[in-house]
């Protein structure tokens, strides 16, 4: 039986065994499992100062403070928050929007349907690598733009937005500079002490945490502005996000996050060998290109088309090799519009696929990819 080989980590992580251990003292009767709302009693007591603490981790790693930090369920629930709150709670001046073309669908369906609404909505372009033209993007800016929302690392083909240079546009111009940081919080250095951003969005699983977890940051200065909450009840995120608070998966994220951060440096170097190993073992297939850019890109994630090579074809004969398409959150039936966004025809779009590494990868997990894309590429071209 071929070895199975994972490289589908910008979809999601498995949980990192010390985080599972962690996670495991806060579910059953012997741990701490009560309701963190619950403060009549010390089932309760206990779980929210382990929420807290937990919180103040997180807010310390990210350069935040521990009030600036909501949990929701996911990054989806906190871009939606983070767009939606601000935008459906602001005056009927400041409707405007500017978002880029390819952001995560969690960006771009909640922008359609703001449309809808009649908030207006421009979507800058990329350049054939998939970086936004800063000079456009200002020339871009109204009076009536309340918010500006960019990815950081795009999630398909890792290319990085100058989100330092962007974040001091929107701070002279007065706007919310909102960040996707799906991808790159527990993988690739960010400090909001070191960089304007009001609203940040990011979830554990990317990081070896679980899912159903996830974070918005808000910065205090948005206390004065009331983000419009999408779910109501008890109120327990400061009136921002209602539904009782998930201690064992607040927990994890936590954990995961530390290792995350403890390891990065070197983890980092450890991928970029790897990435590098893929690449140098591939370069030479005919009529193969990347998509994106190498170098001002994550080293965890590499985006290459093959020529005349259908990729649904190409991952069928790779069956033990998990890599994809496009994201995850991208329809079966959709070509990736991340991917267009750059230029490509139909043709090229359907011969790439997503190779991303991560904690688990190996050079020999590499070695097998090679030796087993090598001799799916000849059989292709040979029979097709």
Same mark, same amino acid.
């Given at each position: 039986?071929?070895?199975?080989?994972?490289?589908?980590?910008?979809?999601?992580?498995?949980?990192?065994?010390?985080?599972?251990?962690?996670?495991? @003292?806060?579910?059953?009767? /012997? +741990?701490?499992?009560?309701?963190?709302?619950?403060?009549?009693?010390?089932?309760?007591?206990?779980?929210?100062?382990?929420?807290?603490?937990?919180?103040? @981790?997180?807010? @310390?790693?990210?350069?935040?403070? #521990?009030?600036?930090?909501?949990?929701?369920?996911?990054?989806?629930?906190?871009?939606? *928050?983070?767009?939606?709150?601000? =935008?459906?709670?602001?005056?009927?001046?400041?409707?405007?929007?500017?978002?880029?073309?390819?952001?995560?669908?969690?960006?771009?369906?909640?922008?359609?349907?703001?449309?809808?609404? +009649?908030?207006?909505?421009?979507?800058?372009?990329?350049? $054939?690598?998939?970086?936004?033209? *800063?000079?456009?993007?200002?020339?871009?800016?109204?009076?009536?733009?309340?918010?500006?929302?960019?990815?950081?690392?795009?999630? %398909?083909?890792?290319?990085?937005? @100058?989100?330092?240079?962007? &974040?001091?546009?929107?701070?002279?111009?007065?706007?919310?500079?909102?960040?996707?940081?799906?991808?790159?919080?527990?993988?690739?250095?960010?400090? !909001?002490?070191?960089?304007?951003? /009001?609203?940040? &969005?990011?979830?554990?699983?990317?990081?070896?945490?679980?899912?159903?977890?996830? =974070?918005?940051?808000?910065?205090?200065?948005?206390?004065?502005?009331?983000?419009? #909450?999408?779910?109501?009840?008890?109120?327990?995120?400061?009136?921002?996000?209602?539904?009782?608070? #998930?201690?064992?998966?607040?927990?994890?994220?936590?954990?995961?996050?530390?290792?995350?951060?403890?390891?990065?440096?070197?983890?980092?170097?450890?991928?970029?060998? !790897?990435?590098?190993?893929?690449?140098?073992?591939?370069?030479?297939?005919? /009529?193969?290109?990347? $998509?994106? $850019?190498?170098?001002?890109?994550? #080293?965890?994630?590499?985006?290459?088309?093959?020529? $005349?090579?259908?990729?649904?074809? !190409?991952?069928?004969?790779?069956?033990?090799?998990?890599?994809?398409?496009? &994201?995850?959150?991208?329809?079966?039936?959709?070509?990736?519009?991340?991917?267009?966004?750059?230029? !490509?025809? %139909?043709?090229?779009?359907?011969?790439?696929?997503?190779?991303?590494?991560?904690?688990?990868?190996?050079?020999?997990?590499?070695?097998?990819?090679?030796?087993?894309?090598?001799?799916?590429?000849?059989?292709?071209?040979?029979?097709?």
């Amino acid at each position: 039986m071929k070895k199975l080989i994972y490289l589908d980590y910008a979809s999601t992580t498995p949980v990192d065994e010390r985080v599972l251990e962690k996670m495991n @003292n806060y579910l059953t009767i /012997d +741990g701490i499992f009560g309701n963190p709302s619950s403060y009549s009693h010390l089932f309760g007591i206990k779980a929210k100062e382990s929420l807290e603490r937990a919180r103040n @981790n997180i807010a @310390n790693i990210i350069g935040s403070k #521990p009030n600036e930090i909501i949990f929701t369920s996911s990054a989806t629930e906190s871009i939606n *928050l983070a767009i939606k709150g601000t =935008v459906t709670i602001s005056n009927n001046i400041k409707r405007h929007i500017i978002t880029n073309v390819s952001e995560h669908k969690s960006v771009l369906s909640t922008c359609s349907y703001l449309e809808k609404l +009649g908030i207006k909505i421009t979507y800058l372009n990329n350049s $054939n690598i998939g970086l936004i033209d *800063l000079n456009i993007l200002e020339k871009k800016i109204k009076n009536e733009t309340i918010l500006i929302s960019i990815m950081h690392i795009n999630n %398909e083909i890792g290319i990085i937005q @100058n989100i330092e240079k962007i &974040s001091e546009i929107c701070k002279e111009k007065n706007i919310i500079f909102h960040v996707d940081a799906t991808q790159s919080v527990g993988k690739y250095p960010l400090n !909001l002490k070191n960089i304007n951003i /009001d609203l940040l &969005s990011f979830s554990a699983h990317k990081f070896y945490g679980p899912k159903g977890i996830g =974070v918005l940051y808000i910065k205090n200065k948005f206390n004065k502005i009331q983000i419009k #909450p999408l779910i109501h009840g008890g109120g327990q995120e400061k009136g921002i996000r209602s539904g009782t608070l #998930p201690v064992h998966q607040i927990i994890g994220m936590s954990t995961a996050l530390s290792i995350a951060q403890t390891e990065m440096k070197m983890e980092i170097i450890r991928i970029k060998k !790897l990435k590098k190993q893929l690449w140098d073992g591939l370069r030479n297939i005919k /009529d193969i290109y990347i $998509n994106g $850019n190498f170098c001002n890109c994550s #080293p965890f994630i590499l985006n290459i088309g093959f020529k $005349n090579i259908f990729n649904k074809i !190409l991952m069928s004969e790779l069956n033990n090799i998990a890599i994809s398409s496009s &994201s995850s959150c991208t329809s079966n039936t959709q070509t990736s519009h991340v991917l267009k966004s750059l230029g !490509l025809t %139909e043709k090229l779009i359907q011969s790439s696929v997503r190779f991303s590494f991560g904690r688990f990868t190996t050079k020999q997990d590499i070695d097998l990819t090679i030796e087993h894309i090598q001799y799916a590429i000849k059989k292709i071209r040979k029979y097709y």
